[in-house]
Antibody, heavy 117, light 108 residues
Framework: QVQLVQSGGEVKKPGASVKISCKTFGYTFTTYGINWVRQAPGQGLEWMAWVTFQNAYTNYPPKFHGRLTLTADTSSGIAYMELRGLESADTAVYYC??????????WGQGTLVTVSS | EIVLTQSPGTLSLSPGESATISCRASQRMNRSYMMWYRQRPGQAPRLLIYGASNRATGTPDRFSGSGSGTDFTLTINRLEPEDFAVYFCQHYGDSTGTFGQGTKVDLK
């Protein structure tokens, strides 16, 4: 059974960093990529990143350049997303989702990151 | 970068009615890249439609998608209680995944 299980919620101060894990179950980790998506309170979905593991390819919008690092422990089936230089606007629920050829078919439960002084 | 604009922002309907949600792309796009998701309160999104018109595994046949070029539509026939939620279109392809801003279907 495919599952993506994310790490727990975090409270961070402005300027800090957060690293979220996404542990996968039920499939061969390197076969599919992972997308990261976030959702600010009461807002829509914002696509953040696309990562594939067979060739260590990553892609993300310019707004995250210099602030976002995507890594993985392929032997354990875990993807990580680190966001630096946190601002209040980064307060959101962060999701990982499995990227297959036909969309994001399985999602993690979400991780709430609160940025507050 | 493709920008997706959904309309309307909110649809107020009753169970058993039909919903039609539009998603317009800022430029022509490959229809195989158009996805639709449903998000219920407090839950992660769920993939409903891929490639503009193909139902994902487990998607009831009351959901249908259509469109090409810049204009795409999600239709929900005979709304069930679980369909009162927010719907998002997504351009998913070329290693990017831009979402529309969402359409809320709520109870009239």
């Amino acid at each position: 059974q495919v599952q993506l299980v994310q790490s727990g919620g975090e409270v961070k101060k402005p300027g800090a960093s957060v690293k979220i894990s996404c542990k996968t179950f039920g499939y061969t980790f390197t076969t599919y990529g992972i997308n990261w998506v976030r959702q600010a309170p009461g807002q829509g979905l914002e696509w953040m990143a696309w990562v594939t593991f067979q060739n260590a390819y990553t892609n993300y919008p310019p707004k995250f350049h210099g602030r976002l690092t995507l890594t993985a422990d392929t032997s354990s089936g875990i993807a990580y997303m680190e966001l630096r230089g946190l601002e209040s606007a980064d307060t959101a629920v962060y999701y990982c989702a499995r990227a297959v050829g036909v969309g994001l078919d399985y999602w993690g439960q979400g991780t709430l990151v609160t940025v507050s002084s | 970068e493709i920008v997706l604009t959904q309309s309307p922002g909110t649809l107020s309907l009753s169970p058993g009615e039909s919903a039609t949600i539009s998603c317009r792309a800022s430029q022509r796009m490959n229809r195989s890249y158009m996805m639709w998701y449903r998000q219920r309160p407090g839950q992660a999104p769920r993939l409903l439609i891929y490639g503009a018109s193909n139902r994902a595994t487990g998607t009831p046949d009351r959901f249908s998608g259509s469109g090409s070029g810049t204009d795409f539509t999600l239709t929900i026939n005979r709304l069930e209680p679980e369909d009162f939620a927010v719907y998002f279109c997504q351009h998913y392809g070329d290693s990017t995944g831009t979402f529309g801003q969402g359409t809320k279907v709520d109870l009239k």
